[in-house]
């Protein structure tokens, strides 16, 4: 289980092999990562891997499931935090710019492994993804029916939000001159911008 941070704790066994397979992952790519190099990186024999998976493939499950459950419980704390569709899609981009910041393997293991799954289970991936994505075209949805935003079209503007969080992940690092506090205000601020909303003299969008 995922540690409130994003990470598995480092003294479960199940979990350091879902570390160590998603640095290989992120690195060297899945095909390139045999369970063999896995097991190496965690100090066990490869074998040993069956005990706590039932093959490679349940490993690139669990990290991007687990991936994807993050950003959901990451939105519903955010637009839980007010009423105000504005301030809901400030936090809600926000917490999506944060967990790409912090999270770089996941991001990258997310978007390039996707298709190295089964079929069925990379159906049920993308359902969940689907709900993610679609939270923000709802908040953007209602708040051009309030009139606090002005777009052409929700779903290119919803896109444009998720892809420049998923962006952060190429290229921030955390002694990046731009502290993460300063990247998530200024990315939200943005994001603001794009959908048409101004801010007024003294407005403090983070107030409920």
Known sequence: MLRTDGHWPATDRRSSILQAALELFAVRGYRATTVGDIGERVGIRGPSIYKYF???????????HSTMERLILNYSIAVASSSDVVVQLQRATEAHVRYHARHR???FVGTRELGSLSEETRAK??????????????LIEEGRRQQRFDVTSVRLSSYAILDMG???????REDDPIAEDQLVLLYSKICLRMLGFAEGPGTNQHKD
Do not use: P, T
């Open 54 to 64: 039932g093959s490679k493939e349940e490993i690139l499950s669990e990290i991007i």
């Open 105 to 107: 393997f996941e991001a």
């Open 166 to 172: 998923m962006g952060v992940a190429v290229w921030f």
């Open 125 to 138: 991936i993308i359902q969940r993804r689907d709900l993610y994505e679609n939270g923000f075209r709802e």
